[in-house]
Structure formats: structure tokens, C-alpha cells
């Protein structure tokens, strides 16, 4: 049986530089890595790692071209990968050892309209293999932000450092936002796929009564099941349906509520236990925010 790895926490820049054969960073809450640099990669460690702040890597060889069902492939000029402090990951097997790291720890944005703006970036909690894929253009704009920001920690540091560099990483995390939803588009084929495999868990779920024993059903049940954060999740239906992923649930929810309620007998109290609701009151409440009904009113509505 394969050990499971443990878990190697880092507090400072100084001590990740120090662990991987870097000098000592420039500045104690922000660093900018060149990969080639690092005597040691993340993935020989003989742990997984968790770190006190933001890192942003990209890597030209992330990607390669991904296929996607029959007819998709993923751009192949490299990636972003984005980690939120405390974060748990690991570097893949065989990773390049080109590329660029940002760490940035949360100190660093204070007082900056960032620091509490940054936690609406949902990609810094998707998992790593749902990189950003660039295109030729993106890789472009976003390696254009990367030498700025590198030029800034390397050559300069003056009462408007830390001002340019925290405008120059808000325009990186905006790029890969714009990014990341033309890369929801042109991923259509697989998450239409997605969306039918999450429409079927969701089916079982209530078929097999699964809810009567596990009570709702949760955005992290489902993301589970498909294989994929739910960070991720929730953006992907944002983008597609409108909803989030919570939101779809509950859609899901009334569509079974409305079905038993119109043709069976059973209390409101029994759908709402069947449903896995703890309390009766809880359902008739999303239902009339759902419905401008009550459950007893829209069954009414059938005789």
C-alpha cells in the first residue's frame, strides 16, 4: 500500500526560499520565483504542502493539449495554477521546471481594497487540474504582467512599489478571470457533460432515497461525485445556467417537492423528512420563497 504523504507547512517566503535552494526573497511578504532557479522541486518533497499565502504559478508545460471528449483540446500554452493560503496541494510528477511563482502573503495586501476583494477570486480554491489554459494571446498579456511585476521586486523598491505591485496583481487575477470564463465557453462539450452527470447524481439521490439518510444534498456531495472542486463547480453553472450550484439544488429540490406534492398523499411533514429536511418548517419555507406558495396552497392548486 502506497505511505500517504504528510503535510509540510511553510510560514514565511524566507523559509520556502530556503527549503528549495533560493536566496533569501527581497521583500518578507511577496516573492516572484523563476521555477529554473529552485534546486528542488515541490514534488520531491516526501510531503504535501501547506503554505501561509497566495501562490500563483505558471508553468508553459502544464498543459500540453489536453482532449476533451471527442472533438476539444485545451490550449497548449501553458497554465495558471492559483492556491489560497492554507491550502493543501502537491506538484505533479514530471513537472517543468520552467515557469514563474508569485507568493504573496496576505500582510502584504493590507490596507489595499485587494485584501478583502481577493477571497471573490473562487479559482484560487480550484483544485490543480483545473488550471487556467492560455491560449498564444493570453500567455502574452499574462507574461507581460508576470516581467512587470518582476521588474518592479527586482529593481525597485520605493513608496510606490508596493502600490504598483498589488495593481499589477489584481490585473493578473482580472486577466485570468476573464480568462477562466472563456475557457468555461470553450470547454462547452465537456461541461454539458458535466451538467448531465450532475443532473443524474442529483436523480439517484432522491430515487434511492439517499437523502434520508444523509439529509440535502451538498454542493461539496456533489462536486465529490463529479470529480471536481466546488469552487469549481459553482462557477461552471454560473456560467452556464445562470444558477449557482447551491441554487440548482434547491431548484431540484422543489421540482421533487412540487411532484410529490401533486401526487401523493403524504404530508407535508413526510415529503420534507423524504427530501431530507431536519424540519418541516425549513421546507415550507424554501418552498414559498421558491414558489409564493405554501406546499399546502400549491397542492391545493391540484384539486
Not at 82 to 87: E, K, L, M, R, V
Not at 270 to 289: D, V, W
Request: net charge neutral.
Amino acid at each position: 500500500m502506497k505511505e500517504a504523504k504528510s503535510i509540510y507547512r511553510f510560514e514565511s517566503l524566507t523559509e520556502f526560499h530556503k527549503v528549495f535552494g533560493l536566496p533569501k526573497p527581497l521583500h518578507p511578504l511577496i516573492s516572484f520565483i523563476d521555477i529554473a532557479d529552485m534546486k528542488y522541486e515541490v514534488s520531491e518533497l516526501s510531503a504535501s504542502i501547506v503554505m501561509n499565502f497566495f501562490k500563483i504559478a505558471y508553468k508553459p508545460g502544464l498543459c500540453g493539449n489536453a482532449r476533451y471528449g471527442q472533438n476539444y483540446y485545451d490550449f497548449g500554452e501553458g497554465g495558471l495554477v492559483f492556491t489560497a493560503p492554507n491550502q493543501v496541494f502537491e506538484s505533479p510528477n514530471g513537472s517543468s521546471k520552467l515557469g514563474y511563482l508569485i507568493l504573496v502573503h496576505p500582510d502584504f495586501l493590507l490596507s489595499y481594497a485587494l485584501a478583502k476583494n481577493i477571497s471573490r477570486y473562487d479559482f484560487f480554491l480550484y483544485a490543480a487540474n483545473e488550471a487556467l489554459h492560455l491560449s498564444d494571446s493570453e500567455r502574452i498579456t499574462i507574461t507581460s504582467v508576470f516581467k512587470i511585476l518582476k521588474e518592479e521586486l527586482n529593481s525597485r523598491i520605493d513608496d510606490f512599489s508596493q502600490d504598483v505591485i498589488v495593481s499589477q496583481i489584481e490585473l493578473l487575477l482580472n486577466y485570468s478571470n476573464r480568462f477562466y470564463k472563456r475557457q468555461f465557453i470553450t470547454r462547452k462539450a465537456t461541461h454539458m457533460d458535466l451538467l448531465q452527470k450532475l443532473e443524474a447524481v442529483l436523480d439517484d439521490y432522491f430515487k434511492n432515497e439517499k437523502s434520508l439518510q444523509q439529509g440535502l444534498p451538498t454542493v461539496q456531495y456533489l462536486a465529490h461525485q463529479l470529480n471536481i472542486s466546488a469552487s469549481y463547480l459553482g462557477d461552471m453553472m454560473r456560467s452556464f445556467t445562470g444558477q449557482n450550484a447551491q441554487q440548482h439544488i434547491h431548484h431540484k429540490i422543489i421540482e421533487k417537492a412540487k411532484e410529490k406534492l401533486s401526487t401523493t398523499n403524504l404530508s407535508v411533514a413526510e415529503i420534507a423528512y423524504q427530501l431530507g429536511f431536519e424540519h418541516p418548517q425549513s421546507f415550507s419555507r424554501l418552498f414559498k420563497t421558491k414558489t409564493n406558495l405554501s406546499p399546502l396552497e400549491f397542492r391545493q392548486t391540484f384539486n
